[in-house]
């Protein structure tokens, strides 16, 4: 298995992993999904990673990194997307995955990296506690538009 950097040729793939992951989410068109990549691309503030597995992607998930003036000037980073192919779960995949996300942001200096998960997801909770996140330092609040 194999963590890297996603190109423009995986959206598909990484479009089917998000139907996955938000079923009652309308599709996003691939001529759509190209422009938001190459405007992510040219702002150079979105990264996004895939897990390959026997030339198959299995996972992904992406990372912003968000310019700051605290703490110093150090940004801090987002994590959001995550997921892997629910018939390749519990085979070390989403770990994979988040640990690259730290590994960028520690190479950008991120004072802190942020994800939120879903209240119901108490599975998805246990596993990011297990990486190191603390589900407990800070109250996540949302505004749906």
């Given at each position: 298995?194999?963590?890297?950097?996603?190109?423009?040729?995986?959206?598909?793939?990484?479009?089917?992993?998000?139907?996955?992951?938000?079923?009652?989410?309308?599709?996003?068109?691939?001529?759509?999904?190209?422009?938001?990549?190459?405007?992510?691309?040219?702002?150079?503030?979105?990264?996004?990673?895939?897990?390959?597995?026997?030339?198959?992607?299995?996972?992904?998930?992406?990372?912003?990194?968000?310019?700051?003036?605290?703490?110093?000037?150090?940004?801090?980073?987002?994590?959001?997307?995550?997921?892997?192919?629910?018939?390749?779960r519990r085979k070390g995949i989403g770990k994979q995955l988040?640990?690259?996300?730290i590994e960028k942001a520690k190479e950008n200096n991120c004072?802190?990296?942020?994800?939120?998960?879903?209240?119901?997801?108490?599975?998805?909770?246990?596993?990011?506690?297990?990486?190191?996140?603390?589900?407990?330092?800070?109250?996540?609040?949302?505004?749906?538009?």
């Amino acid at each position: 298995m194999n963590i890297r950097i996603a190109s423009i040729n995986d959206l598909p793939k990484i479009l089917g992993l998000y139907k996955e992951l938000n079923p009652e989410d309308i599709g996003l068109d691939i001529t759509t999904a190209e422009v938001i990549w190459n405007r992510s691309k040219v702002k150079n503030t979105t990264e996004y990673y895939v897990a390959v597995e026997d030339n198959e992607i299995v996972g992904t998930c992406n990372i912003s990194i968000i310019e700051n003036l605290t703490r110093s000037g150090r940004p801090y980073a987002i994590i959001e997307n995550v997921i892997t192919s629910i018939k390749h779960r519990r085979k070390g995949i989403g770990k994979q995955l988040i640990e690259k996300t730290i590994e960028k942001a520690k190479e950008n200096n991120c004072y802190k990296l942020i994800l939120l998960s879903s209240s119901k997801r108490i599975e998805a909770h246990k596993f990011y506690e297990s990486i190191g996140f603390n589900g407990n330092s800070k109250k996540g609040f949302e505004l749906r538009l």
